[in-house]
């Protein structure tokens, strides 16, 4: 199989078009047309279909490009192993971590390695963990950083550091005034709950059935900060890490709730290929992450944690 022209097959691929392949790789549209035909000759398959939209993969074509990722992959590690020979000062480090990570606990450690590696190049995806664990398995990332349970023969999982989570609603919602709050209770109202696939998600559920809970209703949202501003608005309750919500609770605009019975922490941790050496720019990062830059729930989190309801009456 021709390498190059598998290089310009997965271009069109994954950019969707001839023209927008052609844009990014600096070769002509005309030369990449006919590299793709003579690899669809050689493999005597049709891989692309043109449309209105571009082009279509073909079942043959998703084929392909699966593994054309994987290949590609490997040949990045293999250049960024030789690039660590200059100490950092080349190089690219692609991170793979779900939104709740992405938003609250990595921000400090990307800025604090940028100020040290400017050099280096900073990919992050910020994707659910479902998600996060396919981009690694495909080589598009090295390294994951994810909230939820992941057990896979091809990944390595190591703990990071825990995480505590909280039930949020808006100051004035009915819930504030009830005295000793248990899961049963609480689940009774609209859950604003994150997508499948959603480490925060998974752990909720997996808590719930431990204690045979099952929630009433459920509202599906993807995104943290929307699930937020809904709880905010008093349509439901959410339940996020304390580091996304520790500021809404500070300025009154959100109430934390104590449940009796649903103490909810988790472990984050890190996901890599197993058998895959570690980057340079890799295990930097995970030394700063563990080291001096490492997250820190603060005192802030346990007030938050231990704090019951205002004003308390009887549970009905």
Same mark, same amino acid.
Do not use: C
């Given at each position: ?122 990919? +992050?995806? *910020?994707?659910?963990? $479902?998600? %996060?664990?396919? !981009?690694? @398995?495909?080589?598009?990332? /090295?390294?994951? #950083? ?58 909720? +559920?997996? *808590?719930?059935?431990? $204690?045979? %809970?099952?929630? !009433?209703? @459920?509202?599906?949202?993807? /995104?943290?900060? #929307? ?90």
């Amino acid at each position: 199989m021709n390498l190059n022209s598998l290089r310009l097959f997965a271009a069109v691929a994954e950019r969707g078009g001839f023209t927008a392949a052609a844009r990014q790789l600096r070769v002509s549209q005309p030369a990449i047309s006919k590299a793709v035909r003579q690899l669809e000759a050689q493999l005597g398959t049709q891989l692309l279909v043109r449309s209105a939209r571009g082009v279509d993969l073909t079942e043959e074509g998703r084929v392909l490009l699966a593994h054309a990722r994987v290949l590609f992959g490997e040949e990045r590690a293999a250049e960024e192993a030789l690039a660590e020979r200059r100490g950092l000062r080349r190089g690219s480090l692609r991170l793979g971590s779900s939104l709740t990570v992405a938003s609250y606990f990595l921000p400090p450690i990307l800025g604090a390695f940028h100020a040290l590696h400017p050099a280096i190049e900073l990919t +992050l995806v *910020a994707a659910n963990t $479902r998600a %996060v664990l396919e !981009a690694l @398995l495909a080589n598009t990332i /090295e390294l994951g #950083v994810v909230e939820g349970p992941v057990s896979h023969a091809r990944v390595e999982v190591s703990p990071w550091m825990g995480d505590a989570l909280v039930a949020v609603v808006a100051p004035g919602h009915p819930l504030t005034q009830v005295r000793y709050l248990r899961a049963a209770r609480l689940f009774e109202e609209l859950y604003l709950i994150r997508e499948e696939g959603a480490g925060t998600r998974d752990v909720v +559920l997996a *808590a719930l059935r431990n $204690r045979g %809970v099952t929630p !009433a209703r @459920l509202f599906e949202i993807s /995104e943290n900060e #929307v699930m937020k501003q809904l709880a905010a608005a008093g349509v439901g309750f959410a339940i996020l890490s304390i580091l996304a919500v520790q500021k809404e609770i500070a300025r009154g605009e959100l109430a934390a709730l104590t449940v009796e019975d649903l103490v909810l922490r988790r472990t984050l941790t890190w996901l890599q290929v197993k058998g895959r050496r570690p980057s340079a720019a890799m295990t930097e990062f995970r030394a700063l992450a563990t080291g001096p830059f490492r997250p820190t729930l603060g005192p802030r989190t346990s007030s938050v944690l231990s704090t019951a309801p205002s004003r308390r009456t009887k549970n009905p």
